[in-house]
């Protein structure tokens, strides 16, 4: 059981929002808000995401996913749950 409990804990603590990321990191997303836009900019479940640029006081994050480059707004980005 202890050891069940430190691979839970180990997942946790690789699990965090999009926003959290730094320029230049690369992730794989596990879960978006449901925003039928996302699906079509490509950030679904399972892809590879990198956070390229981070703007200013609370502005858009600028990422790629499969070499596309999007803009997401802090707020989505903060229900964009990563894995890294």
Known sequence: MPR???RER???RKRKNLNK???GEEAKIL???QKP???ALGLRPGKKIKT???QPFQ???LASVKGRKIAIDQEIANDI???W
Do not use: Y
Request: hydrophobic content about 30%; aromatic content about 0%.
């Open 59 to 61: 502005g858009p994050i």
């Open 21 to 23: 990321l730094n320029p």
């Open 4 to 6: 069940e409990r430190n």
């Open 37 to 39: 836009v996302l699906n």
């Open 81 to 83: 749950l990563i894995r």
């Open 31 to 33: 879960s978006t808000p």
């Open 52 to 54: 390229e640029a981070k």
């Open 10 to 12: 180990n997942r946790e």
